[in-house]
Nanobody, 118 residues
Framework: QVQLVESGGSLVQPGGSLRLSCVASGTSSNRISFAAAGWYRQAPGKQRELVAN???????NYAEFVKGRFNISRDKRMTTMYLQMNNLEPEDTAVYYCKTTLAGRDIWGQGTQVTVSS
């Protein structure tokens, strides 16, 4: 059994910053790698959308709406993934999810709430 656990979500004022983290937990957590992984978000009433993803080479990709503001990264052992979010806007309010794959199967976290409001 393995699951991903996100943390770092909070209420923040517009223009503020947050750093989200994603780690694996469970009996098979040592099988998880964030070599190819990503962050997604889902706002109320909207579909889940890609925020950023990272490839084994380190190549990164960002949705247009976060370019220049968000940064995806991982630790050297690829056991923890991060999303640094700067200059947050009210439109960034959503539940943020991390995702990776294991044996060809997508593994999702339960999400962490980010609320941007004054």
């Amino acid at each position: 059994q393995v699951q991903l656990v996100e943390s770092g979500g909070s209420l923040v004022q517009p223009g503020g910053s947050l750093r989200l983290s994603c780690v694996a937990s469970g009996t098979s957590s040592n099988r998880i790698s964030f070599a190819a992984a990503g962050w997604y978000r889902q706002a109320p009433g909207k579909q889940r959308e890609l925020v950023a993803n990272i490839a084994p080479s380190g190549w990164t990709n960002y949705a247009e709406f976060v370019k220049g503001r968000f940064n995806i990264s991982r630790d050297k052992r690829m056991t923890t993934m991060y999303l640094q979010m700067n200059n947050l806007e009210p439109e960034d309010t959503a539940v943020y999810y991390c995702k990776t794959t294991l044996a060809g199967r997508d593994i999702w976290g339960q999400g962490t709430q980010v609320t941007v409001s004054s």
